[in-house]
């Protein structure tokens, strides 16, 4: 399954830019989903705010309905994390979500 990633920039001055969306890769055999929040159009001096996860695509034509089940519909908010400091990012996590 695809997830998809929208989020909403602050830029130096607090104003907000219209939403951002990313897809993630492909889900593993695990269900977890990768996507990485660095858009070109985000410079240094802007931040990501208000992170949603949504279902995004399945890959089964037999199970392509998506769930609001945590929130896969109507989007999760990205706010528990761990910071991976040797790669300088944080892990976020939501879900699990579910097609039926």
């Known amino acids: 399954a695809v997830a998809r990633i929208t989020c909403v920039a602050v830029d130096e001055f607090g104003y907000e830019t219209a939403p951002f969306s990313f897809s ?40 392509k309905v998506p769930t609001d089940v945590n929130k896969g519909i109507r989007g999760a908010i990205l706010n528990s994390h761990r910071v991976l400091d040797q790669r300088k990012m944080r892990l976020y996590w939501v879900g699990p979500f579910f097609y039926t």
């Open 24 to 63: 993630s890769d492909a889900t593993d055999e695990n269900g977890y989903f990768f996507a990485t929040l660095t858009p070109p159009e985000i410079n240094d001096k802007m931040q990501l705010r208000e992170c949603k996860a949504f279902l995004e695509n399945s890959p089964l034509e037999a199970c």
